[in-house]
């Protein structure tokens, strides 16, 4: 019995190439065990739809297992990997034109992917965004006042301590009276962005640049007081920019996986 198998992101594809039988695990609800039956071993894989086993006696493993416990424990991996960790960050910032010098955007990090510790997620080998909920206020009460800002977010890639570039995902503008709110909200549950550069093209990229290289520190969801988290590839950030003088608070709201 000769096995092909793939490890597709979201599902587990199995194959066997004797009688050319294919299977499509979902890594949601697949579950891997060994099963015995007298002497006899098999790893077995099932998702509640379909169901395989490889024999631990008459199996020709995959190019790169040594054998059928190496498989079984990569098996483990791939599903462990797969499952994604789900959970919400939020940026929060209050002030009189956030970026003092003019135009200079203020930049944060919205997830820090490297970071298993403080944020709610467990891997750490992309992030996926599902919602993004972006929200701003003039509030320059009992004082009547106008804002104009841009609000801009995305993924960091090719980070080093030369530059970074920026990877924008959505970029809002809003032109904000006194007390007046605005909101927008991106919803991406049937196709989550993919906050990697080699499966993400845009038509608005900041390239190569020094604001975001590793050794610059910015506020985060952590702190929005404090800045001491470093850049990295592969983390969301956001910039904000004023274009004129105001006073206004912001909000970002993200929903995403990591795998």
């Known amino acids: 019995m000769a096995i092909e198998l793939r490890d597709f992101g979201g599902a587990i594809y199995a194959k ?17 065990d060994v099963v015995t039956s007298g002497s006899n071993a098999a790893i077995a894989i099932s998702d509640g739809r379909n169901a395989i086993s490889f024999p631990f ?42 970026n003092p010098a003019g135009m200079t955007p203020e930049r944060f990090i919205i997830v820090d992917l490297s970071d298993t510790t403080n ?3 467990e ?4 992030i996926e965004i599902q919602h993004i909920k972006i929200v701003a206020r003039e509030t320059a009460l009992p004082a009547p006042g106008t804002v104009i800002l841009s609000f801009k977010t995305g ?7 030369t530059d970074g570039t920026l990877e ?32 993400y093209v845009t038509f608005d990229e900041d ?13 985060s ?11 990295g590839s592969g983390d969301l950030v956001g910039q904000v920019t004023f274009w004129d003088a105001g006073t206004a608070e912001i909000e970002i709201l993200v929903g995403y996986n990591t795998y």
Not at 23 to 30: L, N, V, W
Request: proline letters at 4%; glycine letters at 4%.
């Open 207 to 219: 390239e190569n640049e020094a604001a975001w290289a590793d050794t610059q520190t910015y506020r």
């Open 221 to 231: 969801t952590l702190d929005s007081t404090s800045a001491d988290t470093n850049p």
């Open 119 to 121: 944020y709610p997620h």
């Open 155 to 161: 993924f960091l890639s090719d980070v080093d301590r």
């Open 57 to 98: 006696s008459d199996v020709t493993l995959p190019t790169g297992f040594a054998d059928i416990d190496a498989l079984y424990t990569e098996l483990q991996t791939w599903l462990r990997r797969a499952v994604p960790s789900f959970g919400y960050a939020k940026y929060w910032r209050s002030g009189t034109n956030l």
């Open 168 to 199: 924008t995902i959505t970029k809002s503008n809003f032109t904000l009276g006194n007390a007046e709110m605005g909101e927008q909200d991106y919803y991406f549950n049937e196709n989550p962005i993919v906050c990697d550069s080699s499966r």
């Open 16 to 32: 066997d190439t004797t009688n050319g039988n294919d299977y499509t695990f979902s890594k949601k609800t697949a579950e891997i």
């Open 123 to 126: 891997y750490t080998n992309r």
